[in-house]
């Protein structure tokens, strides 16, 4: 089970802090958005070891982090524009299935 939380409302510029809370250790974790009328896309991903993927469109922007103590992910997004209202959803790959959270929205107003 993921519990996201951190969406909102937010001023282009501004920043927001998305976390995901995992019930066990799950070694890699993604965070995914879908804009309306848009497919579902990778955000970021981060695996085990520590290492990170990104979206051309959020490298240098956001950032992916974890805590494994609390099996906890987080996505740091800077410097939004309004292209970067969607719904985001956590996402744990436990191969070969993917389990995703209830999705949480972020609007960013311009």
């Known amino acids: 089970q993921l519990v996201e939380s951190g969406g909102g409302l937010v001023q282009a510029g501004g920043s927001l802090r998305l976390s995901c809370a995992a019930s066990?250790?799950?070694?890699?974790m993604g965070w995914y958005r879908q804009a309306p009328g848009k497919q579902r896309e990778l955000v970021a991903r981060i695996y085990g070891g520590g290492g990170t993927t990104y979206a051309d469109s959020v490298k240098g922007r956001f950032t992916i982090s974890r805590d494994n103590a609390k099996n906890t992910v987080y996505l740091q997004m800077n410097s939004l524009t309004p292209e970067d209202t969607a719904v985001y959803y956590c996402a744990a790959m436990v191969a070969p299935d993917t389990i995703w959270g209830q999705g949480t929205l972020v609007t960013v107003s311009s």
């Open positions: 066990r250790s799950i070694a890699i």
